[in-house]
C-alpha cells in the first residue's frame, strides 16, 4: 500500500513563496505520475502539476505557469512543489498524488496524500 505524506504548506503574502513536499512509502510505489492538486472552498478539485518518474515529461496547468516549478528526487521517493509569486487566488488546500499511467486527469491518480493548507494573504 502506497502513503503519500505532504508537507510545506503555511501562510504567506502575496508575492511571496513556498515549497511543497510529498514523501512516498510503501512497496508498491511504482508511480509513472506524481502529482500536485489543489482544492478551494466550494470549488472542485484540480489540477496543477505533473511529472514522469524519470523527470523528462512535465505538465502544467495554465495558471501556474512561470510561477510553479515541480521536481523530485527519486532517491528519496519525495516530489515537490516550488510555488514562487504567489497570489491570494492560489490559496487552497494542495494534494499530492501518483498515477500508475502518464495522466493529467484527477481520476487517474490512485493514491493520495492528507492534503496541506497554503494560504496566501493579499
Known amino acids: 500500500q502506497v502513503q503519500l505524506v505532504e508537507s510545506g504548506g503555511g501562510l504567506v503574502q502575496a508575492g511571496g513563496s513556498l515549497r511543497l513536499s510529498c514523501a512516498a512509502s510503501?512497496?508498491?510505489?511504482?508511480?509513472?505520475?506524481m502529482g500536485w492538486f489543489r482544492q478551494s472552498p466550494g470549488k472542485e478539485r484540480e489540477f496543477v502539476a505533473v511529472?514522469?518518474?524519470?523527470?523528462?515529461?512535465?505538465h502544467y496547468a495554465d495558471f501556474v505557469k512561470g510561477r510553479f516549478t515541480i521536481s523530485r528526487d527519486g532517491a528519496k521517493n519525495t516530489w515537490y512543489l516550488q510555488m514562487n509569486s504567489l497570489k491570494p487566488e492560489d490559496t487552497a488546500v494542495y494534494y499530492c498524488?501518483?498515477?500508475?499511467?502518464?495522466?493529467?486527469?484527477?481520476?487517474?491518480?490512485?493514491?493520495w496524500g492528507q492534503g496541506t493548507q497554503v494560504t496566501v494573504s493579499a
Open positions: 498524488a501518483r498515477s500508475p499511467r502518464w495522466t493529467v486527469s484527477l481520476a487517474d491518480f490512485d493514491s
Open positions: 510503501g512497496r508498491t510505489f511504482n508511480p509513472t505520475a
Open positions: 511529472i514522469s518518474w524519470n523527470s523528462v515529461l512535465k
